[in-house]
Structure formats: structure tokens, C-alpha cells
T-cell receptor
């Protein structure tokens, strides 16, 4: 079993829909990252969380330390949100990645 | 502000050759990460430096791979000898304070023939 599990692996939605991507982990962590990788290959760090909730524009990330679970939400989704979203956890000075969620937003 | 700068952007070379990838982190950042991304394995952490000292190199695949950070503004990842299975995109990222938000370079696309 992977230490970091993401779901779903693939998600296709219509423009405007509310999107949720989940990340569950089994190790103790000091921080969790959400990364976005666009089709061109560039990687952008969206959020770093150690507790609670963060919001940036239409993106919201939450983490529940007790349940070892984080969610990334996108409100009013847009085709430019189409990308691979990767969860990564940092614990015991090790960084472990989920396998990513490929999101496609259809106009 | 300049972001993380990687060079070269693309490298194509024959197997057996030495390959050197370079990274300049964001000024002021004290943590630097080397990653490899392939279709089969996704994104993998190879090595992580904090204050120029390697903290975790458990992701370095084998002795053919080595990484150095001689100072706070420069790091190299070397493969010698290179093999076709080393073909991948190699990313460098930097952050302030280890687990802090990371800034990624554009990556080096490496093809070993």
C-alpha cells in the first residue's frame, strides 16, 4: 500500500462544476503540499498545509491531521484548471508523493 | 524575481556518457530538492539538501548518480555512466525551511540514446 493515496486518479467535469480531489496518507507528517502540473510540464506549488484550511482564489485546501486526509477543492472550475494535481507529504525529513489526479475540465 | 533556474533545458546524449544537470535556487532559499519524473514512476524525490548538506539521498537510484551543492546558489546532479533508463525529466526545486512551499524550475528533459 502506498503511503500517499490520491483519488480519483482521473476526473472529467464540465466547466463551472465544483471539484474535489482527495489525498490520504499513512505516515506522520509535518507538512502537506498540493502541486499542479500543467500539460506543458511545469510544476507549481499551490499550497503547503500543516493544519486547517487555506484559500487562494478559486482553490481551497483543507487538512485533517487526525484523519490523515487532505482535500483540494476548485470552485467554478474552468478549462485552464485542466492539469495533474499531486499531493506530497513531508515527514521525518522525507517527501512522499501521491500518483496524481488528472483533471480535465470540458468547456 | 528570478525563479529556480535549471540548465540545460534539453539534453540528448549517448549511453555511457557523463551527464551534468545544473540548478540555481532562488536567492535566500536554504533547501534544494532534485526530482525525477517518468511516465512509469511519476514524480520521485532523488535528494534533498538543507543548508548545502544532503539530508535525504535515499531516492538516488544507484551509484551512477551523484549530487553536490558546493554553495547556497548552485547544485549539480551528475549521472556517470548514463543509461537509456535514465531518460526522464529532472526537476530542481527550492524552498525556505525544508518543508516550506517549493518553487520548481522548468526541468531538464534528458534523453539517453
Amino acid at each position: 500500500k502506498n503511503e500517499v493515496e490520491q483519488s480519483p486518479q482521473n476526473l472529467t467535469a464540465q466547466e463551472g462544476e465544483f471539484i474535489t480531489i482527495n489525498c490520504s496518507y499513512s505516515v506522520g507528517i509535518s507538512a502537506l503540499h498540493w502541486l499542479q502540473q500543467h500539460p506543458g510540464g511545469g510544476i507549481v506549488s499551490l499550497f503547503m498545509l500543516s493544519s486547517g484550511k487555506k484559500k487562494h482564489g478559486r482553490l481551497i485546501a483543507t487538512i485533517n491531521i487526525q484523519e490523515k486526509h487532505s482535500s483540494l477543492h476548485i470552485t467554478a472550475s474552468h478549462p485552464r484548471d485542466s492539469a495533474v494535481y499531486i499531493c506530497a507529504v513531508f515527514g521525518n525529513e522525507k517527501l512522499t508523493f501521491g500518483t496524481g489526479t488528472r483533471l480535465t475540465i470540458i468547456p | 524575481d528570478a525563479g529556480v533556474i535549471q540548465s540545460p533545458r534539453h539534453e540528448v546524449t549517448e549511453m555511457g556518457q557523463e551527464v551534468t544537470l545544473r540548478c540555481k535556487p532562488i536567492s535566500g532559499h536554504n533547501s534544494l530538492f532534485w526530482y525525477r519524473q517518468t511516465m512509469m514512476r511519476g514524480l520521485e524525490l532523488l535528494i534533498y539538501f538543507n543548508n548545502n548538506v544532503p539530508i535525504d539521498d535515499s531516492g538516488m537510484p544507484e551509484d551512477r548518480f551523484s549530487a553536490k551543492m558546493p554553495n547556497a546558489s548552485f547544485s549539480t546532479l551528475k549521472i556517470q555512466p548514463s543509461e537509456p533508463r535514465d531518460s526522464a525529466v529532472y526537476f530542481c526545486a527550492s524552498s525556505f525551511g525544508g518543508p516550506g512551499p517549493q518553487h520548481f524550475g522548468d526541468g531538464t528533459r534528458l534523453s539517453i540514446l
